[in-house]
């Protein structure tokens, strides 16, 4: 499977700052997305990061609040904006590869505290 | 919207019992995949599954593609300590985004 890094692994940040979050893939990789888990829950797609272009969001989600860049095929930033506590979560980056675009290889994740 | 029913929704066994987790849904997917997560740590892909009534192996794990495409179950035989931790299914439905639709996930924990 594609190895997976995400930066930083965790975070403290202040309420009404912002934080990005990088994804890093070593090898091409078709599709990549990025998820949220809030403490005790299952996982939520935010959105769809397209390549060179917007990315695609789910219900609930909004390109201000979650702003998305793809720049490559290997590479990923999801920026949580404003935060609030509600914001305290698990940011999780996961990929499709090449020729298994049915099977999605998450990242470590990004524990974001917003205090 | 497509959702998930997975269940149970935690188990508390001995070592070296069989486990079984299952989940449901309302509407047809195309593909069911089963994931493990240890704490501090992103989801495992641990089997996936793409044609109804597939039964497919990954060692002491099992999982089958239900035959109406609207569920999947996953057993695990001879648990062991390291099986500890949570699994969640996930679905692609008809639309072939590649958009995953995760269940609520079963809490395993194994007594040595």
């Known amino acids: 499977s594609a190895v997976i890094s995400q930066k930083p692994s965790r975070d403290i940040c202040q309420r009404g700052t912002s934080l990005t979050i990088q994804c890093q893939v070593d090898?091409?990789?078709?599709?990549m997305f990025w998820y949220r888990q809030q403490p005790g829950q299952s996982l939520t797609l935010i959105a769809t990061?397209?390549?060179?272009?917007?990315?695609?969001?789910e219900s609930g989600f909004v390109i201000d609040k979650f702003p998305i860049s793809r720049p490559n095929l290997t590479f990923s930033t999801l920026t949580v904006s404003n935060m609030s506590p509600e914001d305290s979560s698990i940011y999780l980056c996961?990929?499709?590869?090449?020729?298994?675009?049915?099977?999605?290889?998450f990242g470590p994740g990004t524990r974001l505290t917003v205090t | 919207g497509q959702q998930l029913n997975q269940s149970p929704q935690s188990m508390f066994i001995q070592e070296g019992e069989d486990v079984s987790m299952n989940c449901t849904s309302s509407s047809i997917f195309n593909t069911w995949l089963w994931y493990k997560q240890d704490p501090g740590e992103g989801p495992v892909l641990l089997i996936a599954?793409?044609?109804?009534?597939e039964l497919t192996s990954n060692g002491r794990l099992t999982a089958q593609f239900g035959i109406t495409r609207k569920d999947s179950f996953l057993n695990i035989s001879a648990s062991i300590p390291s099986d500890v931790g949570i699994y969640f299914c996930?679905?692609?439905?008809?639309?072939?985004?590649?958009?995953?639709?995760f269940g609520q996930g079963t809490t395993l924990q194994v007594k040595p």
């Open positions: 599954l793409y044609k109804a009534g």
């Open positions: 996930a679905g692609q439905g008809s639309s072939n985004t590649g958009k995953l639709i």
């Open positions: 996961s990929v499709t590869r090449v020729g298994l675009t049915y099977e999605q290889y």
């Open positions: 990061a397209n390549q060179g272009s917007e990315a695609t969001y």
């Open positions: 090898s091409q990789v078709t599709m």
